[in-house]
């Protein structure tokens, strides 16, 4: 879970230096403002700080044994999966691809996957067994 803040983080600074680099990738083609730029990197810095926490957080929760955290981690994964699944989905309306979507959805595949191993690895029968066993220290 881990490993999933850690591209959460190299996607969001890939998508802050395209967005500088090249400023018509937020508006259609069309020179966006300072204030659409501005806006655009505070909502992808906060959504970077708030995604990264929840990855923390479940790895460190499902490392103390903690059965809600196993939920939770599933849910978000969920989630995580609508996205994805939208993401793909958005590309086949587009006219062209451009190297950042390209980027972009790659580092999706990879978050996605790594929260798929991440999911994988905490229904297993031994993890069960993991958190049983530290629910009944509690």
């Given amino acids: ?17 395209a967005v500088i680099a090249v400023p018509t990738l937020l508006n259609n083609g069309k020179q966006p403002t300072s ?7 505070v909502q992808t810095v906060v959504l970077t700080f708030v995604f ?4 923390v ?8 044994g903690r ?3 196993r ?9 995580s999966t609508i996205s994805l ?7 086949r309306s587009a006219d062209y691809l451009r190297v950042y ?10 978050e996605w996957l790594l929260g798929l191993g991440a999911i994988a690895l905490i229904w297993r029968a031994e993890s069960g067994a993991y958190f049983k066993s530290r629910s009944a220290v509690r």
């Avoid at 204030?35 to 990197?41: A, F, L, P």
């Avoid at 939770?72 to 989630?79: E, G, H, K, N, R």
């Fill in 35 to 41: 204030n659409q730029i501005t806006g655009y990197i």
């Fill in 85 to 91: 699944y939208t993401s793909v989905d958005s590309l």
């Fill in 52 to 55: 990264c926490g929840l990855w």
């Fill in 57 to 64: 957080l479940m790895a460190r929760k499902n490392r103390e």
């Fill in 71 to 79: 939920i939770v981690a599933s849910a978000l994964f969920a989630l």
């Fill in 1 to 17: 879970m881990l490993g999933g803040a850690l591209v959460t983080v190299v996607s969001s600074l890939f998508s802050i230096f």
């Fill in 101 to 110: 979507n390209v980027v972009s959805l790659v580092l999706a595949i990879v």
């Fill in 67 to 69: 059965s809600w955290a």
